[in-house]
């Protein structure tokens, strides 16, 4: 077995945490690798294209960003992910950093693999797909990097729903415990495949999370009377300014991300030990 540990050496004690890991496949005769811009003499080095194509499992450390980052590519091989947690929350990691031990499961692949959905957004101009991405969590439309108010046109199956709000958020079940939750919409079990509509402070009192079924197709334009830029945001990550009336088109994907789990800490103990973390 090939694993491929991908870390964010910024997040507290993952440096440490690769030294350790690294010391702990050694002991189990598991060949681990680092990208070859981490200098670490307990793994094999290859460079990061060459790691998605080698590998039979991967971890990153860090927190869910980390996770998000590299399970996206990670699904494009068809590869499973698991997660070491290093962030502050760390909805998505599997494991805490001290239960690394655990990872002695991968060589005898005592393990489940969760499924999780994405989404495919593709951004229209003249009837022509000039930008596409992929989302684990969420895409979202928003009027400038300061909150304005626009309008924006969500139609599914060829009908519309019209919010005026500082925006709209797209999730995935994934999704439901980042922005969306943030912003009053549904915890949804991953286990779900749906896509949730949750307007951003919306102007209107009966503007409420719409929660759609996997299969639709959500078409998004957003416009303004005023001069305001509206900018479509790919979980946390990808802005980009959109014209207004450009056409976003969003659907589920064919593709899927694996999640490795190799305790069994379901995902509402997940949710409610994160929780009473942070005092919630």
């Given at each position: 077995m090939t694993v491929v540990v991908l870390p964010n050496l910024d997040k507290r004690g993952s440096a440490n945490t690769v030294e350790k890991i690294g010391d702990f496949f050694l002991q189990e005769g598991i060949e681990a690798f680092l990208p070859d811009r981490i200098c670490c003499a307990k793994y094999r080095h290859a460079p990061e294209e060459e790691l998605f194509r080698i590998a039979d499992v991967f971890v990153t450390i860090g927190g869910d960003g980390t996770i998000i980052r590299y399970?996206?590519?990670?699904?494009?091989?068809?590869?499973?992910?698991?997660?070491?947690?290093?962030?502050?929350?760390?909805?998505?990691?599997?494991?805490?950093?001290?239960?690394?031990?655990l990872l002695s499961k991968l060589k005898t692949k005592d393990y489940t693999v969760e499924k999780r959905m994405m989404l495919d957004i593709e951004i229209e101009e003249n009837g022509k797909t000039i930008a596409a991405y992929q989302a684990l969590n969420d895409a979202v439309i928003t009027g400038g990097f300061i909150s304005r108010i626009i309008d924006i046109s969500a139609s599914v199956q060829g009908d519309s729903?019209?919010?005026?709000?500082?925006?709209?958020?797209?999730?995935?079940?994934?999704?439901?415990?980042?922005?969306?939750?943030?912003?009053?919409?549904?915890?949804?079990?991953?286990?779900?495949?749906?896509?949730?509509?949750?307007?951003?402070?919306?102007h209107a009192l009966s503007a409420k999370p719409i929660l759609l079924s996997a299969n639709r197709t959500v078409t998004l334009k957003a416009f303004s009377k005023k001069r305001v830029d509206i900018y479509l945001t790919v979980d946390g990550k990808k802005a980009v300014g959109i014209r207004p009336y450009t056409t976003v088109r969003i659907r589920k994907s064919a593709q899927s991300v694996q999640l490795i789990r190799l305790n069994d800490r379901s995902f509402y103990q997940t949710l409610s030990e994160k929780f009473l973390e942070q005092g919630v």
């Amino acid at each position: 077995m090939t694993v491929v540990v991908l870390p964010n050496l910024d997040k507290r004690g993952s440096a440490n945490t690769v030294e350790k890991i690294g010391d702990f496949f050694l002991q189990e005769g598991i060949e681990a690798f680092l990208p070859d811009r981490i200098c670490c003499a307990k793994y094999r080095h290859a460079p990061e294209e060459e790691l998605f194509r080698i590998a039979d499992v991967f971890v990153t450390i860090g927190g869910d960003g980390t996770i998000i980052r590299y399970a996206k590519r990670a699904a494009q091989y068809g590869k499973p992910i698991l997660g070491i947690n290093a962030g502050r929350m760390g909805y998505l990691a599997n494991l805490e950093q001290n239960e690394y031990r655990l990872l002695s499961k991968l060589k005898t692949k005592d393990y489940t693999v969760e499924k999780r959905m994405m989404l495919d957004i593709e951004i229209e101009e003249n009837g022509k797909t000039i930008a596409a991405y992929q989302a684990l969590n969420d895409a979202v439309i928003t009027g400038g990097f300061i909150s304005r108010i626009i309008d924006i046109s969500a139609s599914v199956q060829g009908d519309s729903i019209r919010y005026r709000a500082d925006g709209l958020i797209v999730s995935t079940p994934t999704g439901s415990t980042a922005y969306s939750m943030s912003a009053g919409g549904p915890i949804i079990d991953p286990e779900c495949e749906n896509i949730c509509l949750t307007p951003i402070c919306s102007h209107a009192l009966s503007a409420k999370p719409i929660l759609l079924s996997a299969n639709r197709t959500v078409t998004l334009k957003a416009f303004s009377k005023k001069r305001v830029d509206i900018y479509l945001t790919v979980d946390g990550k990808k802005a980009v300014g959109i014209r207004p009336y450009t056409t976003v088109r969003i659907r589920k994907s064919a593709q899927s991300v694996q999640l490795i789990r190799l305790n069994d800490r379901s995902f509402y103990q997940t949710l409610s030990e994160k929780f009473l973390e942070q005092g919630v």
